[in-house]
């Protein structure tokens, strides 16, 4: 993880590589603790890890990790001596976050924005684009608690009152314009 990080973002990311480790199995309060016996590698040790490790150890597919690569979040290591790609920690570290966002509801834009230069974001902005995000949510929340209230006493009405009662469901025949005229 790198020094630059913002003291929020290091945070998310902590977090979420200990419920990664949780996720396999795996405790992070034992140092050198490997996921099979007899290996030499830590899981938090897994430099040079090929697309398709570091997708499987994230749960998600290589492309996925190719998208959002196109996308610009994750960046292609260049190749190594073996012609394959090496994904470090902290390309999984950021896909970690990338996928903790988007459950949370933020758009790719909106993660391109928070993943930005470490430098360029402080934590009044980070806050900022949460509580932009909340607000947004309450938002949907009430627009779909209205849509509820409609669909309800429509229901009501329809099980309740004759066919014109559901009138809100017809839509208009539409209008022909006789040909010769």
């Not at 945070?11 to 140092?31: D, F, K, Y």
């Not at 430099?47 to 998600?60: C, Q, R, Y």
């Not at 909340?134 to 779909?144: F, P, S």
């Amino acid at each position: 993880m790198s020094e630059g990080c913002h003291p929020l973002a290091r945070s998310l990311l902590i977090a979420t590589r200990h419920a990664s480790a949780a996720n396999a199995g795996l405790s992070l309060s034992l140092p050198g603790l490997t996921p099979y016996p007899g290996t030499a590698g830590t899981v938090l040790g897994m430099a040079g890890m090929t697309i398709g490790k570091l997708a499987a150890a994230e749960g998600v597919g290589v492309e996925t990790v190719r998208f959002y690569q196109r996308r610009g979040l994750l960046a292609e290591p260049g190749r190594r001596g073996g012609g394959y790609r090496e994904y470090s920690e902290e390309d999984r570290e950021r896909l970690v976050f990338i996928r903790r966002a988007r459950q949370l509801g933020f758009t790719l834009a909106e993660i391109a924005d928070l993943l930005g230069p470490a430098e360029a974001r402080s934590t009044g902005e980070i806050a900022r684009a949460a509580e932009a995000k909340l607000a947004a949510i309450d938002e949907q929340i009430m627009e779909l608690s209205r849509q509820r209230c409609r669909l309800r006493r429509l229901a009501h009405v329809c099980e309740h009152g004759n066919g014109e009662d559901c009138a809100t469901l017809f839509l208009p025949e539409p209008v022909t314009v006789a040909e010769g005229g």
